[in-house]
């Protein structure tokens, strides 16, 4: 069965501080992906896709993902962060055979002082 | 409508009563699913339709949890006999077509005393 990681559980950032947060998944055939955002007292919401084609993919608020295939990676980036980005993030994977249902990473909570 | 709904937004039942939570999907969205999160727990998928049919029921914990989509759109869950392990945020989420990402309600807060 398909699965993702998400490396980090909880990250700290000061304001300005560029944000990496960590996405694998174990498939080895054709993948949608994506980043899914929760803010706090709000409902998940997509933050990028990724289907084909650039493997880096920007999404809202200046968020951008890159895909590498060869790692069976999805990371997650924004240069600079702001207090407004304290969320819960998650990264999910649609494997190519039951391109239905999406697999989710346990999510990892980004905090941002202000 | 403008977004994904689901009802109730919270619920509080006793053990071994049955529920039943109500998705209304972003209409023209053909695919709808079911997830449910608990306290500290990543997203668990529970069951996804296409249209009226569920191609995938895989992830219902047992027999007392189904399911039903109507007309291609509302879809309701129903828990019977409610367990206290069954307490967590139902979601509902749906997609325009079977691989694109979701849009998901704002979930049922279901606890079980």
């Known amino acids: 069965a398909q699965s993702v990681s998400q490396h980090n559980h909880h990250v700290i950032l000061s304001e300005a501080a560029s944000l990496e947060l960590g996405c694998n998944y174990s498939?080895?055939?054709?993948?949608?992906l994506f980043w899914y955002v929760q803010y706090p007292g709000q409902h998940l919401q997509l933050l990028l896709k990724?289907?084909?084609?650039?493997?880096l993919v920007k999404g809202i608020k200046g968020f951008e993902a890159e895909f590498i295939k060869s790692k069976f990676s999805f990371n997650l980036r924004k240069p600079s962060v702001q207090w407004s980005d304290t969320a819960e993030y998650f990264c999910?994977?649609?494997?190519?055979?039951?391109?239905?249902?999406?697999?989710f990473g346990d999510g990892t909570t980004l905090t941002v002082k202000p | 409508g403008a977004g994904v709904s689901q009802s109730p937004s919270n619920k509080v039942t006793e053990k071994g009563k049955d529920v039943e939570l109500r998705c209304d999907p972003i209409s023209g969205h053909t695919a709808l699913y079911w997830y449910r999160q608990s306290l500290g727990q990543g997203l668990e998928f529970l069951i996804y339709f296409q249209g009226n049919s569920a191609p995938d029921k895989s992830g219902l914990p047992s027999d007392r949890f189904s399911a039903e989509r109507t007309g291609g759109s509302v879809s309701t869950l129903t828990i019977q006999r409610t367990q206290q392990e069954d307490s967590a945020v139902y979601l509902c989420a749906s997609s325009l077509f079977q691989g694109d990402g979701y849009t998901f309600g704002s979930g049922t807060r279901l606890t079980v005393v």
């Open positions: 498939y080895g055939g054709t993948v949608n």
């Open positions: 999910a994977v649609k494997s190519g055979t039951n391109a239905g249902k999406s697999t």
């Open positions: 990724y289907f084909s084609g650039d493997p």
